[in-house]
T-cell receptor, first 110, second 112 residues
């Protein structure tokens, strides 16, 4: 059974800093890995989907990597801004339902 | 292109009542999944429908049920509501299994 863990649970950084969010999973036979952002009380916004055949995916200031052998994915955010403050969730996805981590709550301080 | 639409956005119900939530997926998406989100438990999977068939079911009591219609719209029903059912209910839409998932804004259910 796939289990997804995200560390740290919360992170506070000053504006402009580059940062990395971590996601680990127990089953290396992962299909795809998807990163989401959630603002308080809102739904999830898809940020990046990394297919199992890929090692990384980029969108603007975001870069996500996937290392199946080590069971890890990272989300790199460059030049963080206060508007990046949100909870970031990763999920393994495939022929089974999405399995989510508990998320990392990011605060970017101006 | 319209996103995933969930209605209603907010609901307040009394213990013992029942409730029906609706989800309209992105056009062309045949997979609809439902999740319950609470501060303590995070996101928990309820069930997934694909082309009107329930494909997967999470570990929730039988009070939670769902269905999917021929136009891919899905409904979720919770009977005999309990205080612990208060949560944000999220619906996800995918074209096929393993493809990118898109979520609606959720329905905030409060049971009093």
């Amino acid at each position: 059974k796939q289990e997804v863990t995200q560390i740290p649970a919360a992170l506070s950084v000053p504006e402009g800093e580059n940062l990395v969010l971590n996601c680990s999973f127990t089953d290396s036979a992962i299909y795809n890995l998807q990163w989401f952002r959630q603002d308080p009380g809102k739904g999830l916004t898809s940020l990046l989907l990394i297919q199992s055949s890929q090692r990384e995916q980029t969108s603007g200031r975001l870069n996500a990597s996937l290392d199946k052998s080590s069971g890890r994915s990272t989300l790199y955010i460059a030049a963080s801004q206060p508007g990046d403050s949100a909870t970031y969730l990763c999920a393994s996805t495939g022929n089974t339902p999405l399995v989510f981590g508990k998320g990392t709550r990011l605060s970017v301080i101006a | 292109k319209a996103g995933v639409t969930q209605t209603p956005r907010y609901l307040i119900k009394t213990r013992g009542q029942q409730v029906t939530l609706s989800c309209s997926p992105i056009s062309g998406h045949r997979s609809v999944s439902w999740y319950q989100q609470t501060p303590g438990q995070g996101l928990q999977f309820l069930f997934e429908y694909f082309s009107e068939t329930q494909r997967n079911k999470g570990n929730f009591p039988g009070r939670f049920s769902g269905r999917q219609f021929s136009n891919s719209r899905s409904e979720m029903n919770v009977s005999t509501l309990e205080l612990g059912d208060s949560a944000l209910y999220l619906c996800a839409s995918r074209r096929e299994a393993g493809t990118e998932a898109f979520f609606g804004q959720g329905t905030r259910l409060t049971v009093v």
